[in-house]
């Protein structure tokens, strides 16, 4: 009879301890909202068409990235993944979605590029597909090529199929 009474007493210790368990298992603990980055209405994949200082399109639908910097601190980057003019620099964010750099050194080679005119329009292109998206322009100036300004202007990549080039 002991022993039938102290496995039923071992049961019900191991039960209690499995329905506490899962009480505290289940309790939410703080904020779990990571938040985002202070460029992240900024960040993205476009397509961008490159045009030189004639206004004449050297290159179309480039895929480019933009995305914040490891200290978050309103600095941006710009990559176009090393294909056209193999650069990625970082400028530096305003709230108003302009942004410019000057003498930005380049992550994929020795040259500098200035940055200007840069800016986000929040709906202000239309995807391949037909969807409003953001539109990002700037001018950039390289090193090696001082007084010729190229420009860029492209869309916000959205994912879907009928928007990809």
Known sequence: MKMKNLKLNIS???????????????????DNDPGGTSVKALAGDWFITISNSSGVAISEHDLFSTYNTAANDGGLWLDDHEAVAEFKVKVMTKADGTFSASASANEYNSRTVNITE?????????????????????????SDEPGVIYSYEGHKRTGFAEDEY
């Not at 019900?12 to 703080?30: N, W, Y």
């Not at 929040?122 to 990002?136: C, M, N, R, Y």
């Open 12 to 30: 019900r210790v191991l039960v209690a301890i499995l329905v506490l368990t899962s009480f505290v298992a289940c309790d939410e603990v703080g």
């Open 118 to 142: 840069g800016k986000v329009e929040k709906k202000a292109a239309t995807s391949l597909g037909g969807h409003k998206v953001d539109k990002i322009t700037f001018k950039a100036e390289f």
